[in-house]
């Protein structure tokens, strides 16, 4: 093998290491959690994730399935975010997304609160669909990606 090719080898190693540790590296902490059914909706999943970015910017993110299309609340510890618009997209699937963010962007949020300790929420006229207490020690990401064997991706 000439010395070029060992050379191109050992970048693409060097790469194939290094990309996954390096995306892997941009969040602090990423907490995922299922929203547990109520029993209104059998049919209803969801989830919220939490992610630490940098130490100045941070996002929430609830999304719901499943339930029937319609405007439901969204409370964290008690106060109504939000409201989780659920619709039929156009591929026939059911889901509604909420995404709060440190920094003010389009479609988002701002994320004036800490969900972390707090009961989540998905409700409508009262009625809770879907809920989690949020974990409230944050998971670093480096833990989260050892415990479930994907470090570096997800």
């Known amino acids: ?3 070029r090719r060992w050379i191109a080898l050992g970048l693409t190693l060097l790469l194939a290491v290094a990309l996954p540790t390096a995306a ?3 969040d602090l902490e990423r ?3 299922a929203l547990v059914n109520s029993g209104e909706e059998p049919a209803a999943s969801g989830k ?3 992610r630490q970015r940098k130490a100045s910017r941070a ?3 609830v999304e719901a399935e499943d339930l029937t299309p319609a405007n439901y609340d969204l409370t964290v510890g008690g106060t109504v975010r939000g409201v989780l618009d659920v619709q039929v997209l156009p591929d026939g699937r059911v889901e509604g997304e909420l995404e709060f963010d440190s920094k003010i962007e389009p479609g988002h949020l701002p994320l004036d609160f800490d969900p972390h300790g707090q009961l ?3 409700e409508r006229a009262g009625v809770v669909y879907l809920q989690v207490v949020f974990p409230a020690a944050p998971v670093p990401a480096s833990a989260a990606a050892t ?3 994907k470090k570096g991706r997800r």
Do not use: D, H, L, Q
């Open 147 to 149: 415990k479930s064997g």
């Open 48 to 50: 919220a994730e939490f």
């Open 120 to 122: 989540v929420t998905v």
């Open 59 to 61: 996002s929430f993110k």
């Open 1 to 3: 093998m000439t010395s």
């Open 24 to 26: 892997f590296a941009k």
């Open 31 to 33: 907490t995922r959690v």
